[in-house]
């Protein structure tokens, strides 16, 4: 689980695209609400999801960082690009 303290977007049982559409919203969102940290789960299972939403995030210069939890590798957190900074 998550730590509950920053937004997550739950991906699991989701396509490809619809995933990295939802990302694509969540970033918006949280880049509006200033949120500079969020987190994706997007499961282990086969690695599918979790290998297309770190090609998406790879080239999306909104996002300044990523890397996969430590303690849930089902989940990745981000560092956006908020205002400013």
């Given at each position: 689980m998550?730590?509950?303290s920053?937004?997550?977007?739950d991906?699991?049982?989701?396509?490809?695209?619809?995933a990295?559409?939802?990302?694509?919203?969540?970033i918006?969102?949280?880049?509006t609400?200033?949120n500079?940290?969020?987190c994706?789960i997007?499961?282990?299972?086969?690695?599918?999801?979790?290998?297309?939403?770190h090609?998406y995030?790879k080239k999306d210069?909104?996002?300044?960082?990523y890397?996969?939890?430590f303690?849930?590798?089902?989940?990745?957190?981000?560092k956006?690009r908020?205002?400013?900074k």
């Amino acid at each position: 689980m998550p730590n509950s303290s920053i937004p997550s977007l739950d991906l699991h049982g989701e396509y490809k695209d619809a995933a990295i559409i939802l990302t694509d919203e969540f970033i918006n969102d949280n880049i509006t609400l200033k949120n500079e940290y969020v987190c994706i789960i997007h499961g282990l299972g086969e690695d599918i999801l979790r290998k297309a939403i770190h090609e998406y995030l790879k080239k999306d210069k909104r996002v300044e960082s990523y890397k996969r939890d430590f303690f849930n590798p089902g989940c990745t957190i981000l560092k956006l690009r908020i205002g400013d900074k």
